[in-house]
């Protein structure tokens, strides 16, 4: 990747976090292809909700392990020490963070599994489609839609602005903007500033 881009991802969160995810869906789906047609020859095409659920199993396992691992390269590797830890949000651990996502993810499942598995069992029952060409067009499917309804949701929650502290910790609040906080602030203490030395001169 070249340093420019790289540089882009790793300062972006909306994108580096929507890229990790599809990146590790998409590998995941390609790494249990061939585990699945296999299964299926094994117990029989004709379980086909039981072979969707073998899939999806096996697609979060793998999903998750390479999610992790992504995450830290986009937003907690700096190889060169050349990443402004200033602009960084405050006390970002990378364990916190990015099992905040997965967390979001989680809540997501039910929608996934229904357009994941479903489709995918529906797509064996009334294509006959084959369970490796099945779990392709519908687990993709499935990223596809929590994509777009996570990124919705993270810009509301925070998790996908580059300013927000996730830290779980007595004094920071979870999800608080810091940079938004700041401003207010700033905006507060300024009409004081103003008034202060017309006040002066009028005495």
């Known amino acids: 990747m070249p340093t420019r881009a790289f540089k882009f991802y790793q300062r972006n969160r909306v994108v580096n976090i929507n890229l990790n995810i599809l990146a590790a869906g998409l590998l995941a ?3 249990i292809k061939l585990p699945v047609m296999y299964i299926s020859k094994w117990i029989g095409p004709e379980h086909k909700l039981l072979i969707s ?10 999903d998750v392990m390479v999610y992790y691992g992504l995450h830290w390269v986009a937003n907690h590797w700096d190889p060169n020490n050349r990443r402004d ?11 916190y963070d990015a099992t905040r996502i997965q967390a979001e993810r989680m809540a997501l499942v039910p929608i996934f599994m229904l357009v994941a598995i ?11 489609i084959g369970a490796s060409w099945a779990l392709i067009y519908a687990f993709v499917s499935a990223m596809l839609i929590t994509r777009i309804i996570h990124t919705f949701w993270g810009y509301r929650s925070g998790t996908f602005k580059d300013t927000v ?6 004094d920071i609040q979870i999800g608080r903007d810091l940079t938004k906080e700041a401003e207010e602030a700033n905006r507060a203490a300024q009409p004081k500033q103003d008034s202060s030395p017309t006040d002066g001169a009028a005495s």
């Not at 659920?53 to 793998?62: E, F, G, M, Q, S």
């Not at 830890?85 to 364990?95: D, E, G, N, S, V």
């Not at 479903?118 to 006959?128: H, N, P, R, V």
């Open 29 to 31: 789906i390609v790494l």
């Open 118 to 128: 479903g489709g995918m069992w529906a797509l064996q029952e009334y294509f006959s």
């Open 85 to 95: 830890l200033a602009k960084q949000p405050k006390k970002r651990r990378f364990i």
């Open 165 to 170: 502290d996730f830290m779980i910790d007595d």
């Open 53 to 62: 659920v073998i899939a999806y199993i096996l697609d979060t396992i793998v």
